[in-house]
């Protein structure tokens, strides 16, 4: 006989690792359990590979998002080639945080929502979950306006018109889901990556200087109007929030042996999977800012090209692309940019799903969910859309990616301490030279965001045309959300975890911690979430 016993460890929080507890003697549930580790390691290291691909693909897709493309298209347009430094540190950072978000997952058997929830007091978790939210719905303003941008060139309708139907086109998105959502997911990449091909196309026949492109890309500098800005806006929309939550609770679809070596394997082969998408990701992001600073920086540049570069957003950028697609660059751009804003909608709706689920244990259908975040969305973009045409929405694309990227301590710190510590992940916590690396690109990011923040803002008192009495007004409101700001950073980042939430059931034998078993006791396939398995990728 056999009886499944639920783990929890000290301080309340739910392990969610369940062990088999096999009442047969040692050696028969050693046989077992070393055959089910043999049948693993028996297998191709391409066939283990293949079951670990998916969650760091669809993650990927959020880096290829309509905030992106403007973010990029800007910074090439204003800077050229001099911001293509913090596309690279900004996703070789992705790189590391998301590796970190899957193995918090992996190791755990729990994701960031869950851990935020079992370890902070109940304020400071509900103050993380509305944080949470908002950063979904800061991400999926791009989504709408990019959208609404498709469909005013491939219809010629008003923008804000655009803005409405994109609630239609979530239901209709998720109503596809029911015939196959790998095969929409196929479809949506591929339009996406018929975008990519059309600006590698047009890289190749602008030929940018390769000298400019290496030195933009490895010598950072922050030069010109604007400049700063442009940078943190490119680190919102690169390194996003609820990305973090997303990969640590979709790695838990898989079903992985509970051991060092399986564990351990399951983390490589998703840093494997992420490096790739994400190596994809940056090549498209350098291409689009490389073709924007090359064509719009040209000496010969056509009076209707500069005016179009001046004011460059998603619904103006289809010019970039006429070398290549002539005529038809309009259509076939409206056509992937529809397709990466509804790629994009995937990752938020689930990522939405997981922070409600693990912050307040709810669970909405993700339809509810999907246009409960769009009407949201839709709200501000409507009205900059009515109020400031085209470049008013464009704009908005800009200041929801640093909303974004002024967000990410309050994901990112957390992920940070629950990754480096033995009570969360026990012998699976990152080395000193990942954690040393990770805290000082994290800090290096809050601080840049702390300082553009202050100094943008004293700068706005000094030279706006209000009388003094509103400068001092406007003062007194925001001086102390300032304040606390960094006093909430500064909290995350040194208050002590408490809760234990890893549990080692096997203390006393590291020969059978590494196999996966002690004695009587068997370790089936436990970080694997059934209860988080409802999602578009394969068990």
């Not at 509900?126 to 800061?138: G, Q, S, Y």
């Not at 494997?272 to 000496?299: H, R």
Request: contains cysteine; neutral net charge.
């Amino acid at each position: 006989m056999a009886s499944l016993q639920q783990q929890q460890g000290s301080g309340g929080g739910n392990s969610n690792r369940v062990v088999a507890v096999v009442h047969t003697p040692p050696a028969a549930a050693g046989d077992k359990e070393f055959d089910q580790e043999d049948q693993f390691q028996q297998e191709p290291g391409w066939k283990n590979f293949l079951k670990h691909v998916g969650p760091g693909f669809l993650v990927s897709l959020a880096y290829l998002d309509p905030g992106n493309l403007e973010t990029d298209l800007q910074a090439g347009a204003n800077h050229g080639y001099e911001l293509l430094w913090v596309i690279l540190i900004g996703l070789v950072f992705a790189l590391i945080i998301q590796s970190l978000a899957a193995n918090l997952g992996v190791s755990t058997g729990k994701h960031l929502a869950e851990h935020c929830k079992a370890e902070y007091p109940i304020f400071v978790k509900l103050c993380l979950w509305i944080l949470a939210e908002l950063a979904v719905i800061a991400a999926d303003i791009p989504e709408v306006i990019g959208t609404a941008f498709a469909l005013n060139i491939l219809f010629k309708i008003p923008v804000w018109v655009g803005v409405l139907c994109t609630g239609c086109s979530t239901l209709l998105l998720l109503g596809l889901q029911k015939y196959g959502v790998r095969k929409l997911e196929l479809l949506i990449a591929i339009l996406v990556f018929i975008m990519a091909a059309c600006f590698f196309g047009e890289l190749s026949y602008v030929k940018p200087p390769a000298k400019e492109v290496m030195k933009g890309m490895f010598v950072p500098k922050l030069i010109g109007q604007g400049a700063t800005g442009d940078a943190i806006a490119l680190l919102g929309a690169l390194v996003m929030p609820h990305n973090l939550f997303l990969h640590s609770a979709l790695v838990l679809s898989r079903k992985i042996p509970n051991s060092v070596r399986g564990i351990n394997d399951a983390c490589r082969y998703f840093l494997m999977e992420s490096g790739f998408a994400l190596f994809v990701a940056f090549l498209i992001n350098v291409a689009v800012i490389s073709v924007s600073g090359t064509v719009c920086l040209a000496d010969d540049l056509s009076s209707e090209d500069e005016d179009s570069c001046s004011n460059l957003t998603l619904n103006s950028a289809s010019f970039l692309l006429k070398n290549v697609l002539g005529k038809s660059s309009s259509t076939v751009y409206a056509i992937a940019l529809l397709a990466s804003g509804q790629s994009s909608t995937i990752t938020g709706t689930y990522a939405g799903q997981y922070i409600m689920q693990g912050f307040l244990e709810l669970k909405m259908r993700k339809w509810t969910r999907n246009l409960m975040t769009r009407c949201i969305a839709i709200t501000p973009s409507l009205v900059v859309s009515i109020i400031g045409g085209s470049s008013g929405a464009g704009r908005l694309i800009i200041i929801a990616s640093m909303i974004l990227s002024f967000e990410l301590p309050f994901a990112l710190i957390p992920l940070l301490k629950f990754s480096t510590s033995a009570t969360k992940m026990g012998p699976h916590k990152n080395s000193i030279y990942i954690i040393v690396f990770s805290w000082i690109l994290g800090l290096g990011i809050i601080g840049i965001n702390i300082y553009y923040l202050s100094t943008a803002f004293v700068g706005w008192l000094i030279h706006n045309d209000l009388p003094k009495l509103g400068n001092v007004f406007i003062g007194i409101l925001v001086f102390p959300l300032m304040a606390i700001y960094v006093i909430s950073v500064i909290y995350l980042m040194f208050r002590k975890d408490r809760v234990v939430t890893f549990i080692d059931p096997t203390k006393s034998d590291p020969i059978s911690m590494e196999n996966g078993h002690q004695g009587g006791v068997e370790m089936q396939n436990a970080p694997y979430r059934e209860d988080l398995a409802d999602i578009p990728l394969p068990n």
